[in-house]
């Protein structure tokens, strides 16, 4: 299927491993343009040598000037920005009793005020030309919390809130706003959780994981590149008419209807 992305422009933050770069890649192969980022400027150049037309940015996306730095650089690149996919690091985990209220500060700062600085700067354009796809990758914590991520299961929801309140402002501009839903993917984070709460239950990983595929109607973690293939189809000129909405890829774990 040809998503008619070809010659587009995309930004992706949080884009030097995990689902950020498998959304990176997946636009890569339909021929966008692509800027991605991370904290290590050498493995955000050495990811964007492997892809077909890509630079390598160095950005702390938690620092208020970050965005408009990568924007900046972006445009300088490539041309006026396309597709913007905001993701991020997950949040310190911890329970609702265990995470002091001044943490919550931190979680705004990486999770939600970049993807709205982002989201202001790209938009201007977008709704000049007439074409734009905003794709934030949240998690699936905001419809079923997860114990030990009280931060992630609260102020993802802002985001969501946030791209909801978007969508309706810009849809007649040609521009589409959607969130992508992580379950279980096979990402280092989710190794690293995994291996967090095996030391906290004194479990091993391999049982920890084994129960986490239990709950997992599909029956294995997903792969990077099936969810950043998500993410490329809601990028597309065919997902015109979608956009308000959060979709998750979880192998089909959630039980609720929506």
Do not use: W
Request: aromatic share 4%.
């Amino acid at each position: 299927m040809d998503l008619g992305l070809s010659g587009k422009v995309a930004l992706v933050t949080g884009s030097t491993s995990g689902l950020g770069l498998a959304s990176a890649k997946a636009l890569a192969a339909e021929g966008v343009s692509v800027a991605i980022c991370g904290r290590r400027r050498d493995v955000a150049e050495r990811e964007a040598a492997t892809m077909p037309r890509a630079i390598g940015l160095e950005a702390d996306i938690t620092d208020p000037d970050a965005p408009r730095r990568l924007v900046d650089a972006t445009v300088d690149a490539f041309g006026p920005i396309d597709i913007l996919v905001g993701s991020t690091g997950g949040p310190t985990p911890g329970t609702a009793l265990d995470v002091a209220a001044d943490a919550y500060d931190g979680a705004l700062d990486l999770l939600v005020k970049p993807m709205v600085r982002l989201a202001h700067l790209v938009l201007p354009s977008m709704r000049e030309r007439g074409f734009g796809r905003i794709v934030f990758v949240t998690s699936t914590t905001v419809r079923e919390e997860v114990p030990m991520l009280v931060l992630s299961n609260s102020v993802r929801m802002a985001v969501h809130g946030f791209a909801k309140s978007l969508a309706h402002q810009v849809a007649a501009d040609g521009v589409t706003v959607n969130c992508v839903l992580p379950g279980r993917i096979a990402t280092d984070r989710v190794a690293s959780l995994d291996s967090s709460a095996a030391a906290a239950t004194g479990r091993s990983v391999d049982d920890i994981q084994e129960a986490a595929r239990r709950t997992i109607p599909a029956g294995r973690y997903g792969d990077p590149a099936e969810f950043g293939a998500v993410v490329a189809f809601l990028c597309s000129q065919a997902a015109a008419y979608v956009s308000g909405a959060s979709v998750p890829v979880d192998g089909a774990a959630m039980r609720g209807h929506f």
